[in-house]
C-alpha cells in the first residue's frame, strides 16, 4: 500500500508543479500552435523515442492520425520506429544512433515537426536526428526530464518535466501530449456545440 500511495502521490506532485510553471505552460501552447501551422501547410508531424518513450511517441502520433475527443479528418501524424524492417536494416549497416537521422534525411521538408522524446534528454540517436532535422529546417520539439540534457541545445520548443524520476516524466509526458492532441483537434476542427 505504501508503494502505491507514494507513486500516486509522486504522480500529483510532479503534475502540481507543471501547473505552476507558467513558461512550460506557455511552451505547450506554443508547441500546439507550431503543429496547427505545419499540418495547415501541408507539414507532418514526426515522432521518435526509445522503449517506454517509443511507445508513448508511437500513442501521440495515433492521437492525431487517428482522433482524439471526435471523428474527424485524419493528420498527418507518424511514429518514426514503426517500420521494423527499415529499423534493423540501418541498425545493422550504419548503427542505431543513425536509425532516426537517416529518416529524418530521406522523409523530412522545412516546415516539418519532429518531437523527440527521451526522459535523458541524451537520447543518441534522437539527438542525430536533431542535428539532421535542423538541417533540413525541420522544427525541433524535445520532450523531456528536468534537465533537458543535450537535447536542450538543439530543440526549437522543450517541455522538460521537473523531475528526475523516469516513470514521473513518462507519466507527464503523456498529459503533455495528449493537451497538445486536444487543442490541435480543436483549432483545426471546431465542434459546432
Not at 129 to 145: N, S, Y
Amino acid at each position: 500500500m505504501d508503494t502505491i500511495i507514494r507513486s500516486i502521490t509522486d504522480s500529483i506532485a510532479t503534475k502540481q508543479t507543471i501547473l505552476g510553471n507558467g513558461e512550460l505552460i506557455g511552451t505547450i501552447q506554443a508547441v500546439a500552435n507550431v503543429m496547427i501551422k505545419a499540418l495547415k501547410d501541408g507539414k507532418r508531424i514526426l515522432w521518435c523515442g526509445n522503449g517506454g518513450s517509443a511507445a508513448d511517441a508511437q500513442h501521440l502520433a495515433a492521437e492525431l492520425s487517428g482522433r482524439f475527443y471526435y471523428d474527424r479528418p485524419p493528420l498527418n501524424s507518424e511514429a518514426m520506429h514503426c517500420n521494423t524492417s527499415y529499423m534493423t536494416a540501418v541498425a545493422n549497416d550504419y548503427g542505431y544512433d543513425l536509425i532516426y537521422a537517416r529518416m529524418i534525411d530521406g522523409a523530412c521538408k522545412p516546415g516539418d515537426v519532429l518531437v523527440g522524446i527521451s526522459t535523458s534528454g541524451n537520447s543518441k540517436n534522437i539527438c542525430n536526428a536533431f542535428r539532421k532535422a535542423k538541417e533540413l529546417g525541420v522544427i525541433t520539439v524535445a520532450m523531456t526530464g528536468e534537465t533537458g540534457g543535450e537535447m536542450k541545445a538543439m530543440a526549437d520548443y522543450l517541455l522538460n518535466v521537473p523531475s528526475s524520476d523516469t516513470p514521473r516524466i513518462q507519466e507527464a509526458h503523456i498529459m503533455i501530449g495528449h493537451i497538445i492532441c486536444e487543442i490541435v483537434e480543436a483549432q483545426l476542427f471546431p465542434r459546432n456545440l
